[in-house]
């Protein structure tokens, strides 16, 4: 059976020439190929695409994730790296992991950003005492761990597809696996890799399936310190070209201000996007915050930020969530944006975020942002 040569990654002449040596130094022949501006690497530097025969894959990915290779706490990557935005896509193979690497595609391709997908397995351990233990960890003659790198191969020739069709704009894009509990592993790769965004996928409001990233999108927003975008399923969202109306939960609070600051500078940079900063007053306790509070924060944004279309509503509601769903009802919102914090577990397992209610109640698509000074 023939031996098909196959990409593993695109990188950067620098990365792509480290990568190579690695490999080769553990004795896996790598061809590089020189890509031409259109070809996966945006529209302003040319990259490298690292090859290897298919059968050497599994030894080349376990090298690459035992290294931990292009970690940016590394002085060194950052010398070889070519300064662009960051964008991370978290699948776990759903159907809904297409719609959100379509997305972060999109967004990379207006931030001239690039693209880590990254996959988190759980390789359970049982012992081998236990009844049928070899059956559950494995699929047949397949190993969880090739099985994962087998879903990552075919996410990407089918992204790669879309591309050549026009439904993916092409972009510099790598992926990565790795072991252990999803949200532990994603908050570490943030660590590492440093993105500016975290897309997710998760399942529709009226989807009781169990699966494992769906399951725990939530916990992830609260445990990460970057922003994060979710994007349902059943979204007809495709990217950052269809935001027009963007609606920001605000308490007026310091940190609402950084919030807002980052998404109009670097998330979304539009002229003329339409911005509505929206207050919910649920009860006697927050009627402190009136509408010339409002008033006032929209005058300031609007002074600052003057090519944006930039209003305010107060709502009267004493279900929160009701009153979000009837605004973006009555408002044709396409993005709900609200500030959060990063969350203990305790804070997690027994005071329900706001952001975990309209996850678990709406079919939005909602972006959580760190208001905190001097974190992006």
């Given amino acids: 059976m023939e031996d098909k040569i196959i990409t593993l990654a695109i990188h ?4 792509a020439f480290k990568l190579k040596e690695v490999l080769e130094s553990r004795n896996i022949p790598v061809y590089l190929e020189e890509l031409s501006q259109n070809d996966h690497v945006g529209d302003t530097a040319k990259g490298y695409a690292v090859k ?5 894959i599994s030894k080349a990915l376990t090298i690459i994730e035992e290294n931990k290779l292009f970690s940016y706490n590394d002085m060194q990557t950052l010398k070889m790296d070519d300064g662009r935005k960051r964008i991370l896509v978290a699948v776990d193979f759903s159907t809904y992991s297409m719609k959100a690497c ?10 001239d950003a690039k693209v880590k997908i990254l996959h988190v397995y759980n390789n359970i351990y049982f012992p081998t005492q236990i009844p049928f233990a070899d059956a559950l960890k494995n699929d047949g003659d397949i190993s969880i761990l090739d099985k994962s790198r087998k879903q990552m191969l075919d996410l990407c020739v089918e992204i790669d597809k879309n591309i050549e069709a026009g439904k993916f704009p092409s972009v510099n894009y790598s992926y990565s696996l790795r072991e252990g509990i999803v949200e532990e592993e994603i908050e570490s790769f943030i660590e590492e890799y440093k993105p500016m965004l975290l897309v997710l996928g998760k399942r529709g409001t009226n ?9 725990v999108t939530a916990d992830i927003i609260e445990m990460t310190d970057i922003p994060v975008l979710a994007i349902p399923e059943n979204s007809s969202f495709e990217g950052a070209k269809d935001v027009r ?3 920001f939960f605000t308490n007026i609070h310091r940190r609402d201000i950084y919030s807002f600051d980052y998404l109009v500078n670097h998330l979304l940079p539009y002229k003329g996007l339409k911005i509505t900063l929206v207050h919910i007053i649920t009860d006697a306790r927050n009627g402190k915050w009136s509408e010339s509070d409002l008033l006032k924060l929209q005058e300031s944004f609007t002074q600052k930020y003057s090519d944006m ?4 509503k107060l709502i009267n509601e004493t279900d929160f969530v009701q009153g979000i769903k009837d605004f973006i009802e009555t408002e044709k919102v396409d993005i709900v944006a609200v500030n959060t914090q990063r969350r203990s577990l305790w804070g997690r397992m027994f005071l329900p975020s706001n952001s975990r209610k309209i996850l678990a109640s709406l079919n939005v698509v909602l972006l959580t942002l760190r208001g905190e000074k001097g974190l992006f």
């Fill in 309 to 312: 279309n930039i209003s305010y």
């Fill in 102 to 111: 379509q997305t972060a595609f999109s967004i990379a391709k207006e931030l």
């Fill in 12 to 15: 950067t002449k620098e990365k």
């Fill in 245 to 247: 109306h963007i609606a």
């Fill in 207 to 215: 989807d009781n399936r169990t699966n494992i990233l769906g399951s």
């Fill in 52 to 56: 290897i025969k298919e059968s050497q």
